[in-house]
């Protein structure tokens, strides 16, 4: 089970805050059982620098993990600017979705990139959006009721970016527990 720590918005601000505050990291609950009481059960490993900026790259990024003694249940406490089971960025996504909705192709905002998630991979995100958009834009519009009067799903996404980036609108979808695509 996967947790999503809001607030955190980069990689560096990650590592910083584990190191100088882990304990912010801690669930004040446990998700399966609703226990208070969990245990650290130490970091894996994450592959989540992918940029290809000439910086230093940042990988693997320690993943802190926690234990439940009442329902032997673990979870991962991520950062928000780390999504859950994908390897690219909500950054990188933000700057697809951004193409496609200006009416680019798959083909082109694979292309554009520097990092280059493949058009198979553009195209799956693209798909589970529009599945998800009714459950979404409900859910976003009970935050930021403006979202209201944007009804198509382009409308609404270009409106909802423009309030917030990609990586905040998914850490509240999450805390709603709405699917995160």
């Not at 009721?145 to 990586?167: H, I, N």
Request: charged share 15%.
């Amino acid at each position: 089970m996967t947790i999503i720590l809001p607030g955190i918005r980069s990689l560096t601000d990650h590592l910083r805050t584990l190191h100088a505050h882990p304990e912010d990291y801690r669930p004040k609950q446990c998700p399966a059982c609703s226990n208070r009481i969990v245990w650290c059960h130490g970091c894996y490993p994450r592959k989540a620098d992918r940029q290809d900026l000439g910086v230093t790259c940042l990988n693997p990024i320690p993943i802190p993990r926690f234990f439940c003694p009442s329902c032997n249940a673990t979870c991962s406490v991520l950062p928000e600017a780390v999504p859950p089971r994908r390897w690219h960025l909500w950054s990188v996504q933000q700057a697809v979705l951004l193409l496609l909705l200006a009416g680019g192709s798959c083909y082109h905002a694979s292309s554009t990139l520097g990092n280059r998630p493949c058009r198979q991979t553009i195209r799956r995100w693209w798909q589970r959006l529009r599945e998800e958009f009714v459950l979404h834009a409900f859910t976003l519009r009970q935050w930021f009721p403006c979202l209201g009067r944007s009804v198509a799903f382009v409308e609404f996404w270009t409106a909802s970016l423009a309030l917030q980036p990609l990586s905040v609108l998914m850490a509240l979808l999450h805390q709603e527990g709405a699917p995160v695509p």
